[in-house]
């Protein structure tokens, strides 16, 4: 199974970058462009079939180590 | 004072913190591979500069999964000093050892670069050779310095005293622009609440010879090996 | 199974795709004595191209002066190796990754720090500094702004990573690399003057191994590629960019000098360009040992790829080593321990082929004499570039003051603050003189008191004017940045980056830029001892300024001695050498008069090494607290920048009579330095006595520049002019 | 209108970031994990409220800026 899991910064977490790339759209001369957050995808390929395990595990995985929980939420879809 | 410097893949300031520790404490330190699980009989535990990983995924997130961090957790139990510096300062919040997390500077630009640090206190074993208030130079070099934490964990530092230095200008204040990696209230370096970890952005190591432009980093390891040496 | 490229029919209009010439490819035919495989095709093309075989330069290269006592090893290594003394050897060569960084500027230039990094450690010395030599486009493109942005993110992220300080470079600015940017990087490495590792194999039956990264289908030639009948998935096989993984290079480096602390390894190359065809046909043909490849045995990062793919991947970060069979598990185990891949491919032969086996198949089987020796070699015809009519009397239409602010901010002199604050300088601890600390940057050995000068330097509108006298001002003003920190220049390594060599006039600009580098070779006792050649350098049928880059390495007995060019106040301001006003292809006539006219300043190569001398002399007899060279912009330039670099002011007298204040503040006369000193008098004595011509220019102090007029410029507002460039450039629109 | 633009190397250019991430992960314990592709994701605020429109301008807005198109591809999504 694929597992992706997206990881953003919590909100109250200044985004640097987010604001930077929102910038950089201004300047680009798109219009109606708000709030702009930047995060990462893992996409891992796993090797469980049930897709509630795999789900979990992907899960253990974010908290372990793909997400710093100090600044990060994540969250963890299967296909 | 028995030091020893750990190497996961991808360090790269570990023979300057090397030359640093052998400088001032006349003895060379033991250099720790990250597999490696015993640190007992130890008096300090450095933890140097570089990209561990890569920095890949998260600047230290899997340096702070090492094999060694175990024996690194247990020397901090036994109330060991430990140092971290730049990408060791970044393992030690990756591993919950220092509150807060390192996010990319403001700029989004790596900063190689002099910065002036201000002691905030000159009791500990680090600062021991510094006066408080006192303000050094430091060479600083990383894509990921911006201290960040939530207020309350800031309030709570600020309260404990355990802010160790914070960038200022060469006059000592805490202005916008001498807070180049944008950190939370200029810090640049904190405390563990036993006041025995220190994790610090800058690299004073780099700046203890005169040849490389200045010594302001020596007192740091002057002090160390006076607090440490039994 | 994947469709088979290797079945693919191969031709004479299949050899045109893959860059051979008919001639090249009945060449082929005669070797081989039948229709080539199409992985054979793949080697002979790579290894006949221009890149390989410098079948366009080689009777050029081979007139450069390459020898002294202290080298070790010339051109023909990976490397070029310099004895600095204590029983060390400086290792260091310099190379283009200029196409690659126009393509994808982040990793273009990340993986040209990365291939030449691996140039020098595969010669068993471990890198202690990179620099790098970079020529932009017009700034007022956007392209141009997004190749710098990229371009210098790329060689931070490569060299910051791996742990490298990045302690010099130079950067110029010229609308002739609006499309064609180039990207030279070098790196200088030290190792035990006994340990050199070179690449011949050598043993019947030793086997070959393969280490670092995976293979992939990186870099492959891209037009070989898009003309090939790959079917349904060809969007999957398309030329991919080569992208760089520093981490993995910093194993490599460390896993390498590990095993090379044992007595492994028999022979050792990288995989650069035509990766693991180039490497093994270069390793059995210098050793004159055959090669038999078992591509099976290839650690592979994707599936179903071919020989030809193999043969012909620029996957990074990947080395090739002939074992001592005894110590193939000692070296084994030092990989693994470092995580990287380890794989025997292959072994040595006495039959003089390459045969390269892959799924029970022999993919290649070619005799390796002829593939080098009947390898194309050109004489291609040479047109001089004719001698531009002198300049004449040019008037000045702003004063000192105004001449002075425009050229200290125009973008080939603002300051360079804002990239090499990307770089960190500082890594390893051995920084003596950072960036803009010197004219050279220094950078001690590690455990001792000897250290390297490192510069690099060209001045393209120079060599483009007069390909001569500029060649021979490159290597000059290597020379002299090195001098005026104190150290000894010994050698040096050269990137000829030029446009097409079929054209006449590029091969004229080529060949005479080669006799002009010879001629202060030999002159300066400075020579070529590795390099790269970069051609077919246009776009649209616009060459670029012919830009022959030189980076080079002196070495000071005691760090100590080195001194920098920040002024301190107290000091006089002397000024050696002699001062004519030469305005040609001056900064100031291009952007004070608005002209790009009139020959280059003329270097005398007899001057220049008699003034150079004496300089080094009284810097290191302890005379000198700054010294900063003539170059770019002139005396006023110079002046201005050690005043910046030390935030003290000076005040100057008038120059001679005789030549005009605008040509003696601005001319760009060659072979000239400022030096600061304690005591003018006991100078000019020393300097009267050798008969180096010396004037004093003025004294230090204050928090002013004032000028021989009297005009006050402040620090403060000269610097925010040099500083204004870069930061409000890039900053003008966000970046991601 | 949120847009959620997914950044992924293309396949076969070299995610040095990934295989650290799976080699992190089997050194972690985790088993089962195959290929590992890391990417990024941006999340943008659009005042369009067309969705058609939305996705148009976050693809034009990817092209220009967000993705580099010569080692990425990406894939946009309007919620
Ligand atoms: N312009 C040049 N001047 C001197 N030596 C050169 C020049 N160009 C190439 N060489 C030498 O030719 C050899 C092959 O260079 P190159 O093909 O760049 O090596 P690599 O395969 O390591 O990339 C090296 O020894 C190099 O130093
Ligand atoms: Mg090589």
Known sequence: MKATVTVMLKTGVLDPQGKAIGQALHGLGFAGVGEVRAGKVIELELAETDPAKAKASAEDMARKLLANTVIEGFKVEIA | ?230 | MAPQPNKRDVNQQLAREFGLSADEYARVLDIMGRTPSLTELGIFSVMWSEHCSYKSSRVWLKTLPTKAPWVIHGPGENAGVVDIGEGLAAIFKMESHNHPSFIEPYQGAATGVGGILRDVFTMGARPIANLNALRFGDPALARTKRIVDGVVRGIGGYGNCVGVPTVGGEINFHPSYNGNPLVNAMTVGIADKTKIFLSAAAGLGNPVVYVGSKTGRDGIHGATMASAEFGKDSEEKRPTVQVGDPFTEKLLIEACLELMATDAIVAIQDMGAAGLTSSSVEMAGKGGVGIELDLDQVPQRETHMTAYEMMLSESQERMLMVLRPDRQDVARAIFEKWDLDFAVIGVLTDTGRIVVKHQGEIEADIPLDPLAEQAPLYHRPTEETPKRAPLGEVADPVGLAAALETLIACPDLASRAWVWDQYDSTVGGQTVKRPGGADAAIVKIEGRKLALALTTDCTPRYVFADPEAGGAQAVAEAWRNITATGALPLAITDNMNFANPEKPLIMGQFAASIRGMSAACVALDFPVVSGNVSLYNETEGKPILPTPAIGGLGVLQDAAQAIGLGLAPGLDLVLVGTTKGWLGQSLWLREVAGREEGPPPPVDLAAERFNGDFVRGQILQGHVRACHDVSDGGLLVAVTEMALGGDTGANLLPGPAGVAAHAFWFGEDQGRYVLAVNDAAGVLQAAAFVGVPAIRIGTSGGAELTLPDGTPMSLDALRRANEHFFPAWMNATGQA
Chains 1, 4 share one sequence.
């Open chain 2, 1 to 230: 004072m028995k030091a020893a410097i750990v190497v996961f893949p991808g360090i790269n300031r570990e023979r300057d913190m090397a030359i640093a520790l052998e400088t001032c404490s006349g003895q060379k330190p033991r250099m720790v591979w990250h597999k490696e699980t015993d640190l007992s009989g130890l008096d300090l535990v450095v933890i140097p500069g570089g990209f561990s990983y890569g920095d890949y995924l998260r600047c230290g997130a899997m340096a702070a999964q090492s094999p060694v961090m175990g024996a690194i957790r247990a020397h901090a139990a036994r109330g060991g000093h430990i140092l971290g510096v730049c990408n060791g300062f970044q393992i030690l919040t990756e591993a919950g050892l220092l509150p807060g997390a390192l996010l990319r500077n403001a700029g989004l630009r790596f900063l190689s670069m002099d910065c002036h640090l201000r002691v905030e206190r000159a009791d500990t074993a680090f600062t021991g050779h510094y006066q408080t208030g006192a303000v050094f130079r430091s060479p600083m070099a990383h894509g990921d310095g911006n201290y960040f934490a939530d207020d309350g964990t800031l309030d709570r530092l600020e309260g404990e005293n355990r802010v160790a230095f914070r960038y200022v200008t060469p006059a000592g204040e805490t202005t916008a622009a001498a807070n180049r990696n944008g950190s939370a209230r200029n810090i640049a370096g904190i405390y563990s609440e036993n006041l025995r970890v220190l994790g610090l952005m800058p690299h004073p190591e780099d700046l203890v010879d005169p040849l490389m432009g200045g010594t302001d980093g020596k007192p740091l390891f002057d002090g160390l090996v006076a607090a440490l040496a039994a």
